[in-house]
């Protein structure tokens, strides 16, 4: 880690128009900053962002949604702490800060946690690289390549995953499938509301069906799936005996997840 990392933190005012990001940084979609925007303006910089000396200027290593906040706010100085650092302490720190407050978007953290499994590759093999990195963020080494699966997805599944609309441990799986199939088979999940245990089984259903006959349609391969899968069932607790009545005999209709929400809401409405 930093070579100051036991000297005690000298926080300084700095000019907001001498520093940028560094590269390094590993959040690469901040998202919306109104919040923090409105938390900042409301109550002050709670804590101050590290910055380190480069050859281009001072770069934010650590608190760049702050850092950027604070500059749509109109300040022209933010509290820091400047640290000499190389650039792989500096990855170190910024994988390890966005890790731990476990805001940052799934396929930044995995493409981190790549660069920096690759840099330590360098010098040492890459299941030991791989097990340094978890080890060091406090995750198995089985999480880590987790994360790694999801950089091999299409580009429509990472969209997917970055709006929460897929599970990370589903989009995971969806990795061991052709391209042209995982996005159909994200997208099936994602409307029928399947839970994580039972995507991952149309996952490797769809993936043992596509072995045997390559040019069946991934959509209709889930689509049977499902209908076949006999622990495919929709559980629904019922806030009062109204709504109990209104369901009963769901399962015997086969109600799908949606016409059982859409009840559900027109019933609670009164529409």
């Known amino acids: 880690m930093s070579r100051e990392e036991n000297s005690p ?29 409105n938390s900042i303006g409301s109550m ?17 290593v650590v608190g760049q949604r702050r850092f950027l906040a604070c500059k749509a706010l109109g300040w022209t100085t933010i ?11 500096a990855l170190i720190l910024s994988l390890t800060e966005n890790v731990q407050t476990d805001s940052i978007d799934p396929i930044d953290r995995a493409d981190g946690a790549k660069q920096l499994i690759e840099d330590l590759g360098k010098e040492m093999p890459r299941t030991q690289a791989v097990e340094w990195v978890a080890k060091h963020l406090g ?25 929460k609309r897929i599970d990370t441990s589903v989009g995971a799986r ?3 499938l052709p391209e042209k199939a995982q996005e159909q088979v994200a997208e099936i999940i994602h409307e029928e509301y399947l839970p994580r245990a039972s995507a991952v089984k149309v996952i ?28 495919y069932s929709v559980t629904v607790s019922f806030p009062g005996p109204q ?5 009963e005999g769901a399962q015997e209709k086969k109600l799908t997840i949606q ?11 009164n529409l």
């Open 139 to 163: 995750k198995s080494s089985a999480t880590l390549y987790d994360w790694l699966r999801l950089l091999e997805t299409t580009e429509g599944v990472k969209a997917m995953i970055r709006e």
């Open 174 to 176: 969806l990795a061991s």
């Open 243 to 247: 709504y109990k009545a209104l369901f």
């Open 79 to 89: 509290p820091a702490v400047k640290r000499d650092m190389t650039d792989r302490e």
């Open 204 to 231: 490797e259903k769809v993936r043992e069906r596509l072995r045997e006959e390559p040019a069946l349609k991934p959509r209709e391969i889930v689509k049977e799936v499902i209908e076949e899968a006999e622990e």
């Open 9 to 37: 933190a000298k926080i300084e005012s700095l000019p907001l128009s001498e520093l940028t990001v560094s590269p390094l940084n590993v959040r690469k979609h901040v998202g919306n900053l109104t919040d923090l925007q």
């Open 44 to 60: 002050g910089l709670l804590q101050p962002i590290i910055v380190r000396p480069s050859k281009v200027g001072l770069e934010v």
């Open 259 to 269: 016409e059982v929400i859409r009840r559900a809401v027109k019933k609670y409405l």
